[in-house]
C-alpha cells in the first residue's frame, strides 16, 4: 500500500504524502488505491460493480467464484470485500469464515438479491461488516 492518503474536506477531495497529526480530527482520510476485491458468479454484476469502485478511484480484482477469491486472498491483500451471498460452490458467510483465517480484520460487505434470512444473520454473526 503507497504511503499517500486522500483527506476530504468540506470543499472536496485534495492529495497529500505527509499528514500532520493535528489535522487528523478535522477532516476524512481514506488511503489512496484502496484494493478491494469482489465476488460474484454474476459477471455483469461483478462489471457493474468494478466500474462503479473504478470511477471513484479504486482498484478492484473481480473473482466470479467463492474458491476463486480465498486463491485471490491467499496471494495478495485486500482492504475490503464485496460478496454475494449466493454463490453455488461457497455461499458469502462460508467465504468470510475462510477469509477471516487468511486476512483477519479484513471488512467484508455480503450483498444479495436472493439470500435466506438464516444466511443473512449467520453472517452478521459471524462478523461482516454490512448486508445489502
Not at 477469509?99 to 480484520?105: A, E, H, R, S, T
Amino acid at each position: 500500500m503507497k504511503n499517500s492518503y486522500k483527506i476530504k474536506w468540506e470543499e472536496g477531495w485534495h492529495h497529500h504524502r505527509d499528514i500532520p497529526p493535528s489535522v487528523l480530527p478535522l477532516a476524512e482520510i481514506v488511503p489512496e488505491e484502496l484494493r478491494i476485491l469482489i465476488v460474484d458468479d454474476n459477471e455483469m454484476m461483478v462489471k457493474t460493480l468494478q466500474d462503479i469502485l473504478r470511477l471513484k478511484g479504486y482498484q478492484t480484482e473481480p473473482a466470479y467464484s467463492g474458491l476463486e477469491a480465498l486463491r485471490k486472498v491467499e496471494n495478495g491483500a485486500f482492504d475490503c470485500g464485496l460478496s454475494d451471498i449466493k454463490m453455488p460452490d461457497l455461499n458469502g458467510v462460508d467465504l468470510f469464515r475462510a477469509i477471516k483465517v487468511q486476512q483477519p480484520g479484513l471488512p467484508v460487505i455480503l450483498m444479495t438479491a436472493y439470500a435466506t434470512d438464516k444466511l443473512i444473520k449467520e453472517g452478521l454473526a459471524e462478523g461482516v461488516a454490512a448486508v445489502l
